[in-house]
T-cell receptor
């Protein structure tokens, strides 16, 4: 089955710790994205990548980092510098930057 | 002014009712438009694209009004399973390149 997977589904972290969220796709899409969703707000773009070994900051990149070493994978690290990391994190992919985006099931991160 | 605005609702309607949502956008150069559906604590899923000529998919009709800069979604004969949050999405080329903006969503509750 083709699709986008994210793991874990739920993640708990203590303050001051870095944590990495996984995103994998087997759709052969070039572009991948990370969004954050908070209650009552629209999705906000954290980072995106249009091609392997390249990525760009989105609107709220501070406190986050990414890598794109393989076409299929786009992991997101939430660092201790992120002031308010508790949120629902969604990974998406699209054929190219301008194509329709499809989402993974999300990771719900809670900082204790 | 937000780039994409939606009435947050909630819209509470009985089964069988017809309900319509609007979404306004501020960038007149916006190029493509979509409606996504998001169930509680799940990822957004593409519902339909919105074309200039309007388009219909079963009980769902999407329309675009470029002059007034809004898109609409009409749901006829509402079902309990239509209860969800509906996100409008607008793509455009801005100063920083291609952008995808998600609205915060309109919540719909269909009651028996």
């Amino acid at each position: 089955d083709g699709g986008i997977t994210q793991s874990p589904k739920y993640l708990f972290r203590k303050e001051g710790q870095n944590v990495t969220l996984s995103c994998e796709q087997n759709l052969n899409h070039d572009a991948m994205y990370w969004y954050r969703q908070d209650p009552g707000q629209g999705l906000r773009l954290i980072y995106y990548s249009q091609i392997v070994n390249d990525f760009q900051k989105g609107d709220i990149a501070e406190g986050y980092s990414v890598s794109r070493e393989k076409k299929e994978s786009f992991p997101l690290t939430v660092t201790s510098a992120q002031k308010n990391p508790t949120a629902f994190y969604l990974c998406a992919s699209s054929g190219t930057r301008t194509d329709t985006q499809y989402f993974g099931p999300g990771t719900r991160l809670t900082v204790l | 002014r937000k780039e994409v605005e939606q009435d947050p609702g909630p819209f509470n309607v009985p089964e069988g009712a017809t309900v319509a949502f609007n979404c306004t956008y501020s960038n007149s150069a916006s190029q493509s438009f979509f409606w996504y559906r998001q169930d509680c604590r799940k990822e957004p899923k593409l519902l339909m694209s919105v074309y200039s000529s309007g388009n219909e998919d079963g009980r769902f009709t999407a329309q675009l009004n470029r002059a007034s800069q809004y898109i609409s979604l009409l749901i006829r004969d509402s079902k309990l399973s239509d209860s969800a949050t509906y996100l409008c999405v607008v793509n455009f080329y801005g100063g920083g390149g291609f952008k995808t903006i998600f609205g915060a969503g309109t919540r719909l509750f269909v009651k028996a």
